[in-house]
């Protein structure tokens, strides 16, 4: 059974930063790309970013290039964001994806994700 554990989440002003972490298992960890979304209160969930099965190559959604950063290890994924913004704010989940590209989440469920408020 694939279970997600996201955390590291909180407040911060804006230019702050936060460092996410998600521990995934119930399925082979190198076998699958992995990405992060987000969820604001009365939106749709959207997609983040997301890294390749090697951890080689990374893309991000336009509005968060350049500040945010994707990292994994053989264990973790990590979403490093750097200058956040009020319009961050949300609550952050992860999820696999069967191949690089394809932004679909592997799993349809999801873990109880992590809250980032972005606030002066």
């Known amino acids: 059974q694939v279970r997600l554990e996201e955390s590291g989440g909180g407040s911060v002003q804006p230019g702050g930063s936060l460092r996410l972490s998600c521990a995934a298992s119930g399925f082979i960890w190198r076998s699958f790309a992995m990405s992060w979304y987000r969820q604001s209160p009365g939106k749709e969930r959207e997609w983040v970013g997301q890294?390749?099965?090697?951890?080689?190559e990374t893309h991000y959604l336009d509005s968060v290039k350049g500040r945010f950063t994707i990292s994994r290890d053989e264990k973790s994924l990590y979403l490093q964001m750097d200058s956040l913004k009020p319009e961050d704010t949300a609550r952050y989940y992860c999820n696999a994806n069967r191949i690089y590209y394809d932004r679909s989440p592997a799993s349809p469920s999801w873990g109880q994700g992590t809250q980032v408020t972005v606030s002066s």
């Open positions: 890294i390749s099965i090697g951890g080689s």
